[in-house]
T-cell receptor
């Protein structure tokens, strides 16, 4: 159980285009999902918290108009990188929060999406 | 963003050796977690710690939640080649509405067969 998928796993796009990344919780419902960015040889940095049915909460320094988050259902959150530039190239990882007393609110991570902007 | 101090930054060991890594913070955490990340993959949870002083094992892995709630360590005994990867600690400040995790800087482990 507690499987999180991401799609696509890898994407290459031209500068100026927009890219959508999907994060799905496959066998549980997640009212809260998180989006992280990881640059090479660095740690995971939280970008935003995605809440089902409400606006996402962005971390300081993350442009909400640049990184659009939509959490339209209990199993799906999407991250859209708008007008992508080469400096947006990174590994984007989502996680889904499995809440409840037994699960102790643990986050389960997706396999990540490698974005390369040319 | 905020990160936890994790050491060592990297380790190169022989198969069969024991490994120890730790994380420290200036903040108090209610939960400490240890993850392993393989190249090109997302982190996978290894051990979760929920109480100060708690010592938990998962196979060859043992982790402890520091008494001060500001540190944690992870030990790997009798390392094997598949232990290779990057290990991250993560702390959670509190439950309730946030559940946000703050990650450590990572420890790269290389195991020589």
């Amino acid at each position: 159980g507690a499987v999180v998928s991401q799609h696509p796993s890898r994407v290459i796009c031209k500068s100026g285009t927009s890219v959508k990344i999907e994060c799905r919780s496959l066998d549980f419902q997640a009212t809260t999902m998180f989006w992280y960015r990881q640059f090479p040889k660095q740690s995971l940095m939280l970008m935003a918290t995605s809440n089902e049915g409400s606006k996402a909460t962005y971390e300081q320094g993350v442009e909400k108009d640049k990184f659009l988050i939509n959490h339209a259902s209990l199993t799906l959150s999407t991250l859209t990188v708008t007008s992508a530039h080469p400096e947006d190239s990174s590994f984007y990882i989502c996680s889904a929060l499995q809440s409840g007393a037994r699960r102790r609110n643990e986050q389960f991570f997706g396999p990540g999406t490698r974005l390369t902007v040319l | 963003g905020q990160q936890l101090n994790q050491s060592p930054q990297s380790m190169f060991i022989q198969e069969g050796e024991d490994v120890s890594m730790n994380c420290t913070s200036s903040s108090i955490f209610n939960t400490w977690l240890w993850y392993k990340q393989d190249p090109g993959e997302g982190p996978v949870l290894l051990i979760a710690l929920y109480k100060a002083g708690e010592l938990t094992s998962n196979g060859r892995l043992t982790a402890q939640f520091g008494i001060t709630r500001k540190d944690s360590f992870l030990n790997i005994s009798a390392s094997i080649p598949s232990d290779v990867g990057i290990y991250f600690c993560a702390g959670r400040l509190g439950g309730g509405a946030t559940n946000k995790l703050i990650f450590g800087t990572g420890t790269l482990l290389a195991v020589q067969p």
